[in-house]
């Protein structure tokens, strides 16, 4: 294993080639071996892109103008060779399945140990065992992108894990997995902490569990500068209220508790009247023949017009795989669905796009154009069109900013809600997310919130596949749990309590200007 190594970053700035404006400027901090740097800022301030740079990938790998200073140890990561940097930095990335490249679930993770010329016997230990800690005991014959992607978070997180490597940095690490798996990931990386054993750079919007474990915190304003920089309580103090108004989640940020009612029964939805999708004795799976698991199991589930359903369940429960069979992007094996009395997976693409939408868990995988522009007007009527604009402003991607911009560069949050922007331009009457709010800073959470409430007003149904309790407790009014592909209970959801929701209104009209204290957090000798 590698020993915890220091971090010594010096005015970073990076600027992606054929964008006017770094990504990341005037950036200086020092990481003592062993500590945990938490990195915090609104979606597009530059946070994966400090990732990448610690990581090696910026400047090797993305083209760009570079300048400053980055060392991890001895070693200046910008000269350095990328083999020498690999073998101290252990990184995951938002998109876990971007880092998978091996076909079985074993031969990754043995991937990155037979690069570090491990021994067989030592490789054959290690990867049962870091595939236990991670919550993916058994799973070494099945293949790797056949996992759901929490599985493939997972996954990633044991490939990186296994080499025990000096430097973790870790891009969002949470943001796929379950309740129980981001508990358990939270612990792991509890258990490196203490014993110092290697050196942490964290980035999270989930802030509860990680502000505790940081020695440091990095707060980025929206332009890649920082804004504060110092201990958890420092930073807190002096910057609570700039983060608040940057969009910035803070540890004070928790939903609401004890909303839900005593479960209803399971086979109770709308009336028959009211139902805009049915689906009845759906069953579905990747695999044929007689001995292939079923993803889906004879599954009933009704949903109206205006109705707003969490679809929630641990990773690998098949709630993408439901999704996907409900908008008719999936066919059942058996069963049926409809939606307003139609078969989804028999119609015309430009009919199903106005009945039915879908926003994948990995939203470059539905880009087709190379500007923002572009990429939402595709398809569009003059009339829808001519709404486009205050779609785009209120998911906090107003067109003047970002029309020339490709889908392909922006933040994981920003394309998270391009692709929402897409959706929603052709109004469909059934709209079905796939974890919407993963990488969303507060602003954007609530602007989500809000344009999905408008739209639940006029008659749309969503349907959310979640792990995120604050989302559930604000936004759903029912809740379906699913588990190895089996409906296992429905219950309803109180509203949010009226002062919440006053609090998550008064954000939205208000947002203050207000700067850190004059304590010299945000510059350059912070890093002392």
């Known amino acids: 294993m590698t020993e915890p190594l220091a971090i010594r970053a010096h005015d970073l700035r990076f600027t992606y080639a054929g964008r006017p404006d770094p990504a ?25 892109t400090l990732a990448l740079a610690l990581s090696g990938l910026v400047p090797h790998e993305v083209p760009g103008e570079w300048s400053g200073e980055l060392e991890i140890g001895e070693l200046a990561l910008a000269s350095a060779p990328r083999g020498e940097i690999a073998a101290r930095v252990g990184t995951v990335f938002q998109d876990p399945g971007s880092q998978l490249v091996m076909d079985r679930v074993e031969d990754d993770v043995a991937f990155g140990l037979e690069n570090r010329a491990w021994p067989l016997d030592s490789m054959q230990r290690r990867v049962p065992e870091v595939l236990e800690s991670n919550g993916l005991g058994g799973f070494e014959r099945r293949r790797s992108l056949r996992l759901s992607g929490g599985e493939q978070q997972r996954l990633a ?20 997995l379950d309740p129980a798996g981001t508990a358990a990931f939270f612990e792991a990386l509890e258990a490196i902490h ?16 990680a502000w505790p474990l940081a020695d440091r915190v990095l707060a980025l304003r929206a ?18 209220p700039a983060m608040e108004a940057a969009g910035i989640w803070l540890p004070t940020d928790l939903p609401d508790g004890g909303r839900r009612a005593p479960a209803i029964d399971d086979e109770r939805g709308p009336s028959g009247a009211d139902v805009l999708v049915r689906a009845r004795g759906v069953r579905f799976g990747y695999q044929r023949g007689p001995l292939a698991e079923p993803v889906i199991r004879g599954l009933n589930v009704d949903l109206a017009a205006g109705e707003r359903v969490a679809l929630v369940g641990s990773n690998g429960s098949g709630k993408s795989t439901l999704g996907r069979l409900l908008v008719g992007l999936l ?26 939408g879908y926003v994948f868990q990995e939203p470059e995988r539905q880009f087709l154009a190379n500007r923002v522009d572009e990429e939402v007007a595709l398809g569009l009527t003059r009339a829808e069109l001519g709404a486009l604009a205050e779609l785009m402003e209120r998911l906090e991607l107003p067109l003047e900013a970002f029309a020339v911009r490709s889908p392909y560069q922006l933040s994981g949050g920003e394309q998270r809600r391009l692709s929402l922007a897409c959706a929603l331009a052709r109004g469909p009457a059934f709209l079905v997310l796939d974890e919407p709010t993963f ?3 507060r602003r954007g959470y609530e602007g989500l919130l809000e344009i999905l409430r408008r739209r639940v007003e006029h008659g749309t149904a969503v349907l959310a596949a979640t792990h995120d309790e604050r989302f559930v407790a604000d936004f759903a009014g029912r809740q379906i749990v699913l588990e190895e592909g089996w409906l296992i209970g429905q219950e309803r959801i109180a509203e949010p309590s009226p002062a919440r929701r006053r609090r998550l209104i008064g954000r939205r009209k208000k947002q203050p200007a207000v700067e850190p204290a004059e304590a010299g957090g945000a510059s350059g000798s912070a890093s002392t």
Do not use: W, Y
């Open 194 to 209: 203490e014993e110092r054993s290697r050196t942490v750079v964290l980035v999270e919007h989930r802030v509860q569990r």
């Open 24 to 48: 990341i400027r005037d950036v200086s901090f020092t990481l003592e071996a062993g500590e945990c740097l938490l990195i915090v800022g609104p979606s597009g301030s530059g946070k994966s």
């Open 331 to 356: 066919r059942p094996d058996r069963g049926m669905v409809r939606v307003a009395g139609h078969d989804p997976s028999r119609m015309r693409p430009s009919r199903l796009a106005r009945l039915a």
């Open 223 to 240: 332009d890649g500068s920082p804004l504060d920089l110092g201990t958890p309580a420092e930073v807190l103090e002096r910057s609570g």
């Open 439 to 441: 990488g969303q800073d």
């Open 157 to 176: 997180l044991a490939g990186v894990l296994a080499p025990r490597p000096g430097v973790l940095v870790l891009d969002e690490p949470t943001s796929n």
